[in-house]
């Protein structure tokens, strides 16, 4: 089965009791949110314990930098991104009871890709209430007063909405810069769980070897010992790109398999 939710791509739109839960949360900003993440991941040890924040580029305004007046807005435009994610994983979660109940969690192998890119800066620096305007290359056109006229409409239906390039920013911690810059990760990379009880001995491990998304199928077919297949529909395919990451799964020093990726 693929399962791939909208979520969290923009418009960021959640029921209200979700945004709610997070009243109050992001009010310290997005250079508190970024310390306070690097900390996290330290403790959760998906990054080293000596590993140091990026500097925010000068492109990025910090939080105390920014308008007063907006910060309310900025607070709600991640209220809402946090209560969108919630539900998400929620939803997620209810795929995942579906198999315990079904009686087959032991032998199915779970892969959760977390996102198909680093955190989107196509917000603008004051984040928007319709992106449409910035697409159309009209960012300027939602002013302070109106993104403050709107704040009670973020994450509703009637708004088309993304957050401050800070947040995006934020998001992409401990890296620097955003979706739209690839540099140094903060674009491209992101975090992958790997479940299969009946293959996979280790529990709560972490895996250091460089995959991409072109490995997921050729793992799959590995897995369950199925071929390529060779023609679909009467046309003849193109032999998959890719490695299997299989090695990986109980061997925690395996070689990578990608020595160039453009």
């Known amino acids: 089965m693929y399962y791939a939710p ?3 791509h923009a418009p960021h739109h959640v029921p209200k009791e979700w945004s709610d ?3 109050g949360k992001f009010d310290g900003g997005w250079d508190k949110l970024r310390e306070e993440t690097i900390e996290r991941q330290k403790k959760l040890g998906v990054i080293p314990k000596d590993a140091v924040l990026t500097e925010r580029h000068k ?4 939080w105390d ?4 007046k907006m910060k309310p807005v900025f607070a709600r435009q991640m209220e809402i991104y946090a209560g969108f994610m919630e ?10 009871d579906t198999v ?3 009686g087959i969690m032991d032998e199915t192998l779970i892969i959760l890709i977390i996102g198909d890119n680093g955190a989107s800066a196509e917000g603008t620096l004051n984040g928007c209430f319709n992106e449409m305007t910035t697409l159309n290359g009209m960012p300027g056109i939602e002013t302070t007063e109106f993104l403050l006229s709107k704040i009670n409409d973020f994450g509703t239906t009637k708004a088309y909405n993304h957050y401050a390039v800070g947040w995006a920013h934020a998001l992409c911690t401990p890296y620097q810069w955003t979706k739209q810059v690839a540099s140094h990760w903060g674009g491209t990379r992101n975090g992958m769980i790997v479940h299969w009880p009946n293959g996979i001995k280790a529990k ?3 895996r250091n070897q460089f995959h991409h998304v072109i490995d997921i199928a050729k793992t799959i077919l590995d897995v369950t010992g199925l071929p390529e297949p060779a023609i679909v529909n009467s046309i003849q395919q193109a032999p998959f790109e890719g490695f299997s990451f299989k090695d990986t799964f109980n061997d925690v020093s395996a070689p990578e398999n990608h020595s160039t990726v453009f």
């Open 21 to 23: 839960k997070y009243k």
């Open 65 to 68: 930098e920014t308008d007063d």
């Open 59 to 62: 492109e990025i305004p910090g």
């Open 6 to 8: 909208g979520a969290t």
């Open 87 to 96: 539900q998400t994983d929620h939803c997620i979660g209810k795929v995942i």
């Open 100 to 102: 315990k109940d079904l």
């Open 204 to 206: 709560g491990e972490v």
